[in-house]
């Protein structure tokens, strides 16, 4: 495959181009976005590789290290609330009941310090009662 081989050598500019064309000729292709996100990351693009985090979010949102890579980008943005929210409720649906009751704690105790303002798509009023 010509990606791999481009990031064999950090061909980075050549990389990006392709995913690019990749992704939107199959936006549904998480490789292609995966690639995105290689190659905008080591070009310091970070607006192309929000869009491919988001992209694999929505492709394939159980996996946690999307949700991470989404979060971290977020956070970047400056969208502190929704980085928040989504690493919580996707770190919610692969935990333990046990591990799940504790991390709802936790990010009730963020909306109580008001350290965001929505948890999973829930205002804050909302999500404490």
């Known amino acids: 495959m010509r990606a791999e081989a481009l990031v064999a050598t950090q061909g980075w500019t050549g990389l990006l181009r392709q995913a690019q064309s990749w992704a ?9 976005w995966s690639f995105t996100v290689r ?31 989404l979060g971290w980008q977020l956070a970047l943005h400056q969208e502190y609330d929704e980085a928040l929210a ?5 770190r919610l649906a692969g935990l333990r009941s046990g591990d799940a009751k504790a991390q709802w704690k ?3 105790a963020y909306l109580q310090a008001g350290r965001c303002t929505r948890l999973g798509g829930l205002s804050s009023d909302q999500a404490k009662t």
């Open 24 to 32: 939107k000729a199959a936006p549904d292709n998480p490789d292609a």
């Open 106 to 108: 936790r990010a009730t």
């Open 86 to 90: 989504i690493t919580t409720w996707r």
């Open 39 to 69: 190659a905008a990351r080591e070009k310091k693009q970070p607006d192309a590789e929000f869009l491919g985090w988001k992209a694999l979010c929505r492709i394939d949102p159980s996996q946690r290290g999307h949700a991470l890579g």
